[in-house]
């Protein structure tokens, strides 16, 4: 994965979990929302200037925000769990834990 894909993946996840659209975050940060969206995808990169405002904006640290150990494709996080299910599925009590557990987050 390039370097401008997973930043720009990283800075939706931030807004989306700050629930702002792409046109406040926008507004925010001083910049059109199809500049946004271009940084979001991956076709663009922030400027320094712009990358300090997302910073605030996202109340993030420089070293969170470009942290991409954990950054996968919603595909990639299915797998990973599939398998993960699969793994385990001739195991009754497991099986019983991983479902109260996602039970439990889904209902939040």
Do not use: C, H, W
């Amino acid at each position: 994965m390039n370097i401008k894909k997973a930043f720009g993946e990283k800075v939706k996840r931030l807004r989306n979990k700050r629930r702002l659209t792409q046109e406040q975050l926008a507004e925010i940060i001083e910049i059109s929302p199809k500049n946004l969206s271009k940084i979001e995808v991956g076709v663009s990169f922030v400027s320094s200037e712009t990358l300090e405002k997302l910073l605030i904006a996202l109340n993030v640290t420089a070293e969170e925000l470009f942290a991409n150990d954990y950054i996968r494709t919603r595909e990639e996080l299915i797998e990973l769990i599939y398998k993960k299910i699969d793994s385990i599925k001739k195991d009754q009590q497991k099986l019983e834990i991983v479902y109260k557990m996602l039970d439990f987050i889904i209902n939040l």
